[in-house]
């Protein structure tokens, strides 16, 4: 009887056991790739197993009737059911070794995994298989110019005209390092394209530029286009500055800006407008460029304001000085129209109203979108009468001069 219970007791404890330590979840497989892969394409997969640990992982490919296996991994075998193998594992295969070890070719493909747990009293394991299709596509898109002469000057901006294959997701042009976007032609054809594209100021005449398309595989075409580029001869200009200004400007400009904060001396909070929050809000614009409408928003010509005087142009190399001596180099990225004061300022084209509000060294500023990656741009306003969102025609007043933010005078920064 005393023998019995304590068989018992070790059956009952055993089971017990047991079921406390039995693995009865299968693994579980992920994966993070994009449907279409290219060339340089990476497939994360993951594996995990919440009860005792992986025991192997097996990828393998189909493609056709062909079935090729791309890796094996064992993990090693546990004995004791108290023991814990490996929770996880992640295995990146990138496409360049499915070329080498599985054939990989142009095309629809699948990609399957299966994965075994530790098994349980050395015979119960647990397996998950799971698959998933994909595609593999090496090949860029096509592409080819249809516009002929292309005449670009320093510090100014050329259109470029353009087909892509359907297969491409985006195209722009590339100068240098800045990347412009091409918009479908307006009522052309749907695999023709335009590009509004710049050769900086401070860009060579020898810097490369092509045509670019890219493809939802992350595959990149570049082309080349006859163009013609001519240097600008930048003005320069001294620029002095007096306490004066600075007393008329600096408190205004940091009331307005919480980019940057003042200094001990009226000449360092100066500087540091004249530099840093010039830098800031020139990428502002930028941005703001960047989400031009995908259509063409003008019809006309562009005007410049009305009787206005051409007081500095564009890409002005300016001098600072202070007591005499230099204190600062910038470029002027605009043409400063000066008028009768507080005169109406009109939009130079159709278009949309993307920012009506104080900008940093603009003052009073308003940004008109046209479209196509082309926006306008008034600054020093004494005052704004549009809002952001507002459709304007040409010509329409969108405020008045005055000589908000870093100005010495009433103009338009245009
Ligand atoms: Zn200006």
Not at 27 to 42: C, Q
Not at 327 to 347: I, K, R, W, Y
Request: with cysteine; charged share 20%; hydrophobic share 35%.
């Amino acid at each position: 009887m005393k023998k019995l219970v304590v068989l018992v007791v070790i059956v009952v404890g055993l089971i017990g056991y047991l079921g406390w330590t039995w693995d009865g979840t299968s693994p579980s497989i992920t994966w993070k790739s994009s449907p279409v892969i290219g060339k340089k394409a990476k497939i994360d997969v993951d594996v995990t197993d919440t009860g005792r640990g992986l025991r192997s992982v097996q990828v393998s490919i189909r493609q056709g009737k062909d079935e090729k296996a791309v890796l094996t991994r064992e993990y090693p075998k546990l004995s004791w059911p108290w023991q814990k193998g490996q929770g996880g594992d992640r295995f990146t295969i990138a496409a360049e070794d499915l070329l080498k070890t599985a054939a990989l070719k142009q095309g629809d493909f699948e990609i399957l995994v299966k994965a075994v747990d530790q098994a349980n009293l050395l015979a119960f394991d647990n397996t998950t298989e799971a698959k998933t299709n994909l595609r593999y596509d090496s090949r860029p898109p096509q592409l080819a110019v249809l516009s002929q002469q292309h005449y670009i000057r320093q510090g100014g901006c050329e259109a470029i005209l353009y087909r892509i294959s359907p297969d491409a997701k985006a195209s722009g042009v590339l100068v240098g390092q800045n990347s412009f976007v091409g918009y479908p032609v307006p009522g052309g054809p749907a695999d023709s394209r335009i590009c509004v594209f710049a050769l900086s100021y401070d860009q060579s005449v020898d810097t490369p530029m092509f045509i670019w398309a890219e493809d939802q595989a992350g595959n990149r075409a570049q082309i080349n286009f006859w163009k013609k580029v001519f240097p600008t001869a930048f003005r320069k200009r001294d620029m002095p500055i007096t306490d004066t200004f600075m007393q008329a400007v600096v408190p205004e400009i940091l009331a307005h800006t919480d980019e940057v904060t003042e200094k001990p001396t009226l000449i360092e909070s100066y500087l540091e407008i004249n530099r840093k929050l010039r830098k800031s809000n020139n990428d502002q614009i930028s941005a703001l460029g960047r989400a031009s409408a995908p259509q063409r928003l003008w019809s006309k010509p562009f005007i410049q304001l009305t009787n206005s005087q051409v007081e500095a142009v564009f890409a002005d190399r300016r001098t600072y000085f202070y007591n005499g001596k230099q204190v600062d180099q910038q470029t002027h990225l605009g043409f400063d129209l000066a008028t009768s004061a507080q005169n109406p300022v009109e939009s130079a084209n159709d278009g949309t109203v993307v920012y009506a509000d104080y900008l940093g060294i603009y003052g009073n500023c308003v940004i008109v979108d046209h479209g196509l990656g082309l926006q306008s741009l008034y600054g020093h306003l004494s005052s704004i009468e549009v809002d952001k969102g507002q459709k304007v025609t040409a010509g329409q007043t969108l405020g008045r001069t005055g000589q908000t933010g870093l100005a010495g005078g009433d103009h338009l920064h245009f």
